[in-house]
């Protein structure tokens, strides 16, 4: 027997309590994004859209709906960081959140503390134990298919230096599971972690 099934026309309305795309397409890697302008100062913000899309050379990517600080930031320098959200960082993450002005250094806001990159000029989280130094390769607006612009930008950059604890990494290989990754879910406040009760194995077929 065929299930009920709810369907709809997302111009026309989800007829939901809450938008049910990003709880579908998720959980989702955050893109933990620290910036500095061309002034200096330092922005550090989250990202729910964001995740990795080719291996040589290594290029991650976040879309940012609106144009943020964090936009403006690498487009005047070119340069950004990806760090790790786990869940010891959890709830300073949510304070980068807040919707503050330019001016405000979201290190300083969350009790976070700045480190210095090897190659790019934007600082680390140091509490992070995993960085990303990244170069930025390409920063598009995003259109829907009528071809008209939406208030959406897609930004990607190269990873040009990879930092990561040592503690993480077990014969050579990341612990996924160990790191405590935390992923955003739907609704409105929803987060999930990776943890080895969730792990399962399956290879490629030969």
Same mark, same amino acid.
């Given at each position: 027997?065929?299930?009920?099934?709810?369907?709809?026309?997302?111009?026309?309305?989800?007829?939901?309590?809450? *938008? /049910?795309? $990003?709880? @579908?397409? &998720?959980?989702?890697? @955050?893109?933990?994004?620290?910036?500095?302008?061309? +002034?200096?100062?330092?922005?550090?913000? /989250?990202?729910?859209?964001? $995740?990795?899309? $080719?291996?040589?050379?290594?290029? #991650? &990517?976040?879309? +940012? @709906?609106?144009?943020?600080?964090?936009?403006?930031?690498?487009?005047?320098?070119?340069?950004?960081?990806? $760090?790790?959200? %786990?869940? !010891?960082?959890?709830?300073?993450?949510?304070?980068?959140?807040?919707?503050?002005?330019? *001016?405000?250094?979201?290190?300083?806001?969350?009790?976070?503390?700045?480190? %210095?990159?090897?190659?790019? %000029?934007?600082?680390?989280?140091?509490?992070? !134990?995993?960085?990303?130094?990244?170069?930025?390769?390409?920063?598009?607006?995003?259109?829907?298919?009528?071809?008209?612009?939406? !208030? +959406?930008?897609?930004?990607?950059?190269?990873?040009?230096?990879?930092? #990561?604890?040592?503690?993480?990494?077990?014969?050579?290989?990341? *612990? %996924?599971?160990?790191?405590?990754?935390?992923?955003?879910? &739907?609704? /409105?406040?929803?987060?999930?972690?990776?943890?080895?009760?969730?792990?399962?194995?399956?290879?490629?077929?030969?």
């Amino acid at each position: 027997m065929h299930e009920s099934t709810h369907s709809y026309v997302p111009e026309r309305g989800h007829g939901l309590k809450h *938008d /049910p795309f $990003n709880a @579908i397409v &998720g959980p989702r890697p @955050i893109g933990w994004i620290s910036t500095r302008n061309a +002034s200096g100062h330092l922005n550090l913000a /989250p990202y729910s859209f964001f $995740n990795a899309f $080719n291996y040589t050379p290594p290029i #991650i &990517g976040f879309s +940012s @709906i609106g144009y943020k600080d964090t936009v403006r930031n690498i487009e005047e320098t070119g340069e950004f960081v990806w $760090n790790l959200v %786990t869940r !010891p960082l959890a709830e300073a993450m949510n304070q980068t959140c807040a919707a503050v002005g330019p *001016d405000v250094n979201e290190f300083e806001l969350a009790g976070l503390t700045p480190l %210095t990159s090897q190659v790019v %000029t934007v600082p680390r989280v140091l509490e992070s !134990p995993v960085t990303f130094e990244c170069r930025c390769t390409q920063v598009l607006q995003l259109q829907g298919v009528s071809g008209e612009k939406v !208030p +959406s930008w897609l930004v990607l950059g190269e990873v040009v230096a990879v930092h #990561i604890a040592q503690r993480l990494l077990k014969d050579g290989v990341f *612990d %996924t599971a160990g790191a405590e990754i935390v992923l955003r879910g &739907g609704g /409105p406040a929803d987060y999930f972690t990776v943890g080895r009760e969730q792990l399962f194995h399956m290879f490629r077929p030969t």
